[in-house]
């Protein structure tokens, strides 16, 4: 069974340039969330999607966006890259369901680095 | 606003010893999550805690959940260096669905 996929694992980006970066959720899972996690600091929310629709979001402006497709994968895209988005993006994948099946498993992460 | 306190941020033991972390919260859950992150690496769900009183056991590591405190311990017993790394609490609120709110992180360093 795979786990959580992300891609791509690393990326270098310009100051001002967009990013988009992809996710394909654990098998059997229909939410995915996407999570910020800078150098030496928890994980912070950024959005989540369910049924191809942006449900929940966190305290990002709106150079980050989102979407999910029919096969719950996702992508988040960046606009208007600045130095402070070099961050793990870590996308976390879920089932609405009952509250132990709620569980987020996160995928390896992509390592943005912007330049 | 959700708020998750973890302490002590930093902790150096030596290998054989025990040591406790805490996870404050700031408002109800339904589900408190332990996460262990390596360097570099993403994160690994350890403990999923949904009850008062929840008590839940893997290997060295027990966590524990007292709702009506809003805290949660994670307890190391007999460390190893194997355990070094980077451990994670993260609360739901419940009317959050899968959206967590993540402590600062307590970041274990077991010396042999």
């Known amino acids: 069974d795979a786990g959580v996929t992300q891609s791509p694992t690393h990326l270098i980006k310009t100051r001002g340039q967009q990013v988009t970066l992809r996710c394909s959720p654990k098998s059997g899972h229909d939410t995915v969330s996407w999570y910020q996690q800078a150098l030496g600091q928890g994980p912070q929310f950024i959005f989540q999607y369910y049924e191809e629709e942006e449900r929940q979001r966190g305290n990002f402006p709106d150079r980050f966006s989102g979407h999910q497709f029919p096969n719950y994968s996702s992508e988040l895209n960046v606009n208007a890259l600045l130095l402070g988005d070099s961050a793990l993006y870590l996308c976390?994948?879920?089932?609405?369901?009952?509250?132990?099946?709620?569980?987020?498993?996160f995928g390896q992460g992509t390592r943005l680095t912007v330049v | 606003e959700l708020k998750v306190e973890q302490n002590p941020l930093f902790l150096s033991m030596q290998e054989g010893k025990n040591y406790t972390i805490y996870c404050n919260y700031s408002t109800t859950s339904d589900r408190l999550y332990w996460y262990r992150q390596d360097p570099g690496k993403s994160l690994e769900s350890l403990f999923v805690l949904l009850s008062n009183g929840a008590v839940k056991q893997e290997g060295r590591l027990m966590a524990s959940l007292d709702t009506k405190a809003r805290l949660s311990t994670l307890h190391i017993t007999a460390a190893v260096h194997d355990l070094s790394a980077t451990y994670f609490c993260?609360?739901?609120?419940?009317?959050?669905?899968?959206?967590?709110?993540f402590g600062e992180g307590t970041q274990l360093t077991v010396n042999p």
């Open positions: 993260a609360v739901a609120e419940e009317t959050s669905g899968s959206r967590l709110t």
């Open positions: 976390a994948s879920s089932l609405v369901g009952l509250a132990d099946s709620r569980r987020a498993f």
